[in-house]
């Protein structure tokens, strides 16, 4: 049931985006997608930083960190939906 919640095809686009970016330009293209789909995403409060984005929620202890996280949770999310080969 959540495979049909999730938009794969811009979870898709925005991993392509973040592909080879580092640092302040990572960060940016995070944050921007996260204002344009109504996603959460703040630095370090309580020792932890928050990412909310196209329903794949991760914490972690940074801001860079938080997205590596999302980035793998994102990308397994998108392997776990592939239809199962014949």
């Known amino acids: 049931m959540t495979a049909l919640l999730i938009d794969h095809e ?5 991993l392509a985006r973040l592909e080879g970016l580092t640092g302040d330009a990572r960060r940016e293209v995070v944050f921007t997608a996260a204002i344009e789909s109504g996603g959460i995403f703040h630095g370090p409060v309580a020792g932890n930083a928050a990412l909310h984005l196209h329903r794949i929620p991760v914490v972690a202890a940074t801001e860079d960190e938080v997205i590596d996280a999302w980035i793998r949770k994102a990308s397994e999310r998108l392997s776990d939906d592939l239809p199962a080969a014949s």
Not at 10 to 14: F, G, H, P, S, Y
Request: net charge neutral; no cysteine; proline share 0%.
């Open 10 to 14: 811009t979870i898709r686009e925005l």
